[in-house]
């Protein structure tokens, strides 16, 4: 068993080192390719170390690397214990985690528990038996309704579109919460849960920090899997939280998440966070109880519009929810959403706020999560349609666009494509021609770029004891406007999402998002003071 001993000594004797840490997400098709296939792979990530360095993160979460036929670009995984050769191979991510860790960055990894992909050997054996067989039962088939069991058994739609089942030749049918390529498991069966306790096992033991667990208010279904209420929405996106929705959040999840927990304290110094798009404060809670996940990704933050009471309440929610038992999480942008840049009026007014959101995040006690390219301010891509390759494209009659535009190849270097991201310029998905300021290249030593003022603030936030201390105090503000103390270190942030200057709160400036106006801050604006 690996112990964090393993690590270079400054880090290795925090064992929660998570409780305030900054995490970068890399979406790993599409962060750096290494042998010219146009795809994103481990030795790619391996050879940005030093870039991550000086950005100045604590750890990363790299998205499924595992064997797949990619229908969901990883998210269908046919061998949870190898990896894609489309990435390299166990040897590659043996090397990625040593390099890592000797550049003090912790790796954690995705793991995919509430589905399989179809061609997963289990489901393939289903498929190859009959109705009724121990090889069926490790999923969810079911007859289907009408006098003939041609309709699907009951109602619910899967989040890419269309029903959530599909009917075999024998005329049973298979549940798909996501796309027909990743059936459903069945976690009341024993061996489903052998399996991912073997699959923590398999990557703890070869190092990992810790795991980003899928859908983890997915997998428990409820009994009888009774028909949902529809409405629209509920099957266009991952971001379904209704408290009615019978497909997410049953009671039997928690049993799964105590079973994660007790094999990950066994490696002292690992942790686990979930996806949980669960709103309601008190249900979110019970997934990061002393004995379930250590962190929950809270997507409030995420689902705010710009403007200071929106963020304001998202701020207080994602607190008060986990207040006394779990750090916050904060995240703004990943691989399944709009970008924030465009999320708030794209332009120039986009990189404004999204400059001001950062500081923002970034003074917010809690977890940090980035998604690979917001440090350099990247907007969504409007992709034209013959690059589209999300399933949810096809899968919503192509009416919904799906989240290609935000995992568009990230450009490191130079002025035209691949930005260094690859050799070829025949990139996954293509990267558009006008990106050469976004470069990272074109930005480090530009002290006014987007990847300046993460340096500057991710330094700040990990050396200067303002930012000590778990809870916030909120100060009186003009309308439109917000500022907020940490209670412990004394840091103050403000922001203003008005149309007009407003006074700054007293204080010494350490850090603002753009420039001051004499002693009011500008709209669009956010500062750190002390
Ligand atoms: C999660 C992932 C998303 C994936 C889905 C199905 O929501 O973040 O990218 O498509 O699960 O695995």
């Given at each position: 068993m690996r112990r964090s001993s393993d690590l270079s000594p400054e880090i290795a004797e925090e064992s929660a080192w998570w409780l305030d840490a900054v995490f970068y997400q890399v979406y790993v098709r599409s962060f750096a390719d290494s042998n010219g296939d146009g795809v994103g792979d481990l030795d790619g990530i391996r050879s940005r170390l030093g870039y991550l360095e000086l950005l100045g993160v604590d750890a990363l979460w790299l998205t499924p690397f595992y064997r797949s036929p990619m229908a969901d670009h990883g998210y269908d995984v046919s061998d949870p214990r190898d990896v894609d050769p489309l990435f390299g191979d166990l040897a590659a991510f043996d090397r990625l985690v040593a390099d890592a860790h000797e550049h003090n960055i912790r790796v954690t990894v995705d793991l995919v528990p509430n589905h399989t992909s179809n061609q997963h050997i289990w489901f393939q054996q289903a498929l190859a038996s009959p109705p009724g067989s121990p090889e069926r039962a490790r999923y969810i088939f079911r007859e289907g309704r009408g006098y003939d069991g041609s309709q699907p058994p009951n109602n619910w739609p899967s989040i890419f579109g269309g029903p959530a089942w599909t009917r075999v030749a024998d005329g049973q049918w298979y549940l798909h919460l996501f796309a027909p390529q990743q059936p459903d498991l069945n976690w009341e069966h024993p061996e489903v849960r052998q399996d991912l306790e073997?699959?923590?096992?398999?990557?703890?033991?070869?190092?990992?920090?810790?795991?980003?667990?899928?859908?983890?208010?997915?997998?428990?279904?409820?009994?009888?899997?009774?028909?949902?209420?529809?409405?629209?929405?509920?099957?266009?996106?991952?971001?379904?939280?209704?408290?009615?929705?019978?497909?997410?959040?049953?009671?039997?999840?928690?049993?799964?998440?105590?079973?994660?927990?007790?094999?990950?304290?066994?490696?002292?110094?690992?942790?686990?966070?979930g996806e949980i798009w669960v709103k309601d404060d008190q249900r979110f809670a019970q997934y990061v109880r002393p004995d379930e996940l250590h962190l929950g990704f809270n997507f409030r933050l995420v689902e705010a519009s710009y403007d200071a009471d929106s963020i304001r309440s998202a701020i207080e929610h994602s607190l008060g929810a986990v207040a006394g038992i779990a750090p916050a999480t904060w995240t703004l942008s990943n691989h399944d959403v709009v970008r924030h840049v465009t999320r708030y009026g794209d332009g120039a007014a986009g990189v404004q706020r999204a400059r001001a959101m950062a500081l923002v995040e970034l003074a917010l006690p809690g977890v940090i999560y980035l998604y690979n390219g917001e440090e350099l301010g990247l907007p969504n891509v409007e992709l034209p349609d013959w690059a589209l390759q999300d399933p949810t494209w096809e899968r919503s009659g192509r009416t919904e666009r799906g989240r290609d535009g935000c995992r568009v190849p990230i450009p490191w270097e130079g002025?035209?494509?691949?930005?260094?991201?690859?050799?070829?310029?025949?990139?996954?998905?293509?990267?558009?021609?006008?990106?050469?300021?976004?470069?990272?290249?074109?930005?480090?030593?530009?002290?006014?770029?987007?990847?300046?003022?993460?340096?500057?603030?991710?330094?700040?936030?990990?050396?200067?004891?303002?930012?000590?201390?778990?809870?916030?105090?909120?100060?009186?503000?003009?309308?439109?406007?917000?500022?907020?103390?940490?209670?412990?270190?004394?840091?103050?942030?403000?922001?203003?999402?008005?149309g007009a200057s407003v006074p700054l709160p007293p204080g010494q400036v350490l850090l603002s998002s753009g420039p001051m106006d004499g002693d009011q801050l500008p709209p669009d604006t956010a500062v750190w003071l002390v």
């Amino acid at each position: 068993m690996r112990r964090s001993s393993d690590l270079s000594p400054e880090i290795a004797e925090e064992s929660a080192w998570w409780l305030d840490a900054v995490f970068y997400q890399v979406y790993v098709r599409s962060f750096a390719d290494s042998n010219g296939d146009g795809v994103g792979d481990l030795d790619g990530i391996r050879s940005r170390l030093g870039y991550l360095e000086l950005l100045g993160v604590d750890a990363l979460w790299l998205t499924p690397f595992y064997r797949s036929p990619m229908a969901d670009h990883g998210y269908d995984v046919s061998d949870p214990r190898d990896v894609d050769p489309l990435f390299g191979d166990l040897a590659a991510f043996d090397r990625l985690v040593a390099d890592a860790h000797e550049h003090n960055i912790r790796v954690t990894v995705d793991l995919v528990p509430n589905h399989t992909s179809n061609q997963h050997i289990w489901f393939q054996q289903a498929l190859a038996s009959p109705p009724g067989s121990p090889e069926r039962a490790r999923y969810i088939f079911r007859e289907g309704r009408g006098y003939d069991g041609s309709q699907p058994p009951n109602n619910w739609p899967s989040i890419f579109g269309g029903p959530a089942w599909t009917r075999v030749a024998d005329g049973q049918w298979y549940l798909h919460l996501f796309a027909p390529q990743q059936p459903d498991l069945n976690w009341e069966h024993p061996e489903v849960r052998q399996d991912l306790e073997q699959t923590l096992r398999f990557w703890l033991d070869r190092g990992v920090d810790g795991f980003r667990i899928d859908v983890a208010h997915g997998m428990a279904k409820p009994d009888g899997l009774p028909d949902m209420e529809l409405h629209p929405g509920s099957s266009s996106a991952v971001l379904v939280d209704d408290a009615d929705d019978p497909r997410f959040d049953n009671e039997g999840v928690h049993d799964i998440h105590r079973m994660i927990r007790k094999v990950m304290d066994g490696y002292p110094g690992t942790m686990a966070v979930g996806e949980i798009w669960v709103k309601d404060d008190q249900r979110f809670a019970q997934y990061v109880r002393p004995d379930e996940l250590h962190l929950g990704f809270n997507f409030r933050l995420v689902e705010a519009s710009y403007d200071a009471d929106s963020i304001r309440s998202a701020i207080e929610h994602s607190l008060g929810a986990v207040a006394g038992i779990a750090p916050a999480t904060w995240t703004l942008s990943n691989h399944d959403v709009v970008r924030h840049v465009t999320r708030y009026g794209d332009g120039a007014a986009g990189v404004q706020r999204a400059r001001a959101m950062a500081l923002v995040e970034l003074a917010l006690p809690g977890v940090i999560y980035l998604y690979n390219g917001e440090e350099l301010g990247l907007p969504n891509v409007e992709l034209p349609d013959w690059a589209l390759q999300d399933p949810t494209w096809e899968r919503s009659g192509r009416t919904e666009r799906g989240r290609d535009g935000c995992r568009v190849p990230i450009p490191w270097e130079g002025g035209t494509p691949p930005f260094g991201f690859s050799t070829t310029a025949n990139t996954w998905l293509p990267q558009p021609n006008e990106w050469g300021g976004f470069t990272a290249e074109a930005q480090l030593e530009d002290p006014g770029s987007m990847l300046s003022l993460y340096r500057e603030a991710l330094e700040h936030r990990k050396t200067n004891p303002a930012f000590a201390g778990d809870e916030l105090e909120w100060y009186g503000a003009p309308p439109g406007c917000f500022a907020f103390r940490r209670k412990g270190g004394g840091l103050i942030c403000a922001l203003n999402t008005s149309g007009a200057s407003v006074p700054l709160p007293p204080g010494q400036v350490l850090l603002s998002s753009g420039p001051m106006d004499g002693d009011q801050l500008p709209p669009d604006t956010a500062v750190w003071l002390v």
